[in-house]
């Protein structure tokens, strides 16, 4: 990017109360993009029936076995968010390989160090974020 633009670039960003990204801020949050997600992959390491203990045998009414697969059904739950963030986590973490981190998916403005550092795996800029959220409020 050259020099002026750069500038400019700051410059708009400073007035959302926004920096632009250092190589050091996209070093910090690699840092705790990869702890995030040594998080969530300990946690998926478990069999769901050690989570969760279900043993048919143990609830011999019917009550119990409804209740069994109600948990069944929320662990299962709770496994597709891990899934749907672990692949925010790695689509962020190849971003940041490819020197594409915090760039708008949408707009390709920076996305800014404040809403990152909220939520690493931002794709989208507040601007961005807060037009998609209108639109889904208008068509869900
Ligand atoms: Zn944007």
Redesign the pocket.
Known sequence: MAQGARRALDERLDQRGEKALKKRDVQKFQKLLLAQREQVLGHSKRPLSEEIQVDPDDFPDEIDIASSEVNLQFAGRLREREQGLLAKINTALEKIERGEYGA??????E?GVKRLKARPVAE??????S?QEKLERRTG
Do not use: R
């Open positions: 708008c998916i949408s707009c390709g403005e996305i989208l800029c507040i601007d961005c974020k037009e």
